[in-house]
Each structure stands twice: as structure tokens, then as C-alpha cells.
């Protein structure tokens, strides 16, 4: 099936070089859904899918972090008021 692509050396380092590409993206996919939706606890989540993203607990649990986080700037926007505030 791949071997017009196989069967030259050319294309065997074509095949290794885009799967790892690919694989390296799936291990990087919560860091850089965090930084893309600028997360306000984006080192955490960068550190924690380095560090423990080889195992697959670690890697669910930076996911998860990296879709529930909210952004700064959601944050900023919502401070909570003091009694008597009306916002306008």
C-alpha cells in the first residue's frame, strides 16, 4: 500500500520524520489548547503535560485542566462585586 512511498530511503525518513511530528503534536494537544485559549494556569498545565503527560493519567489530567481553565481574560472580567455595587 505505501510502498511507493517505502521503498526509497527518502521516503522512509519522509514517514518517520511526519510521524513523529504528529505524535508529538497528540502529546503537546492540552499545552497547546491552553495557550490558545490563554489559560490562566497555562505553566501548570505545560509543566504538568511535560512532566507526567508520558503516562496516561498525567496526560488526561493536563487535557482535562486545559478545557475547564479559564482564560485571563475571563477572569478579569469577573471580579465579584461589593454589596451596594450595581453594575451598569
Given amino acids: 500500500m505505501m510502498h ?3 521503498g526509497t530511503r527518502h521516503g522512509a ?3 518517520v ?5 504528529v505524535l508529538l ?3 503537546l494537544t492540552p499545552s497547546l489548547l491552553a495557550w490558545t485559549q490563554n489559560a490562566m494556569h497555562l505553566r501548570g498545565i505545560v509543566l504538568c503535560n511535560l512532566l507526567l503527560g508520558w503516562t496516561v493519567l498525567g496526560w488526561l489530567v493536563a487535557l482535562v485542566w486545559a478545557l475547564v481553565d479559564g482564560s485571563r481574560d475571563a477572569a478579569r472580567d469577573t ?3 461589593a454589596e451596594g455595587e ?3
Fill in 79 to 81: 471580579w465579584p462585586q
Fill in 86 to 88: 450595581h453594575q451598569e
Fill in 25 to 27: 503534536v497528540l502529546y
Fill in 4 to 6: 511507493w512511498l517505502m
Fill in 17 to 21: 520524520f511526519f510521524g513523529v511530528l
Fill in 13 to 15: 525518513i519522509f514517514v
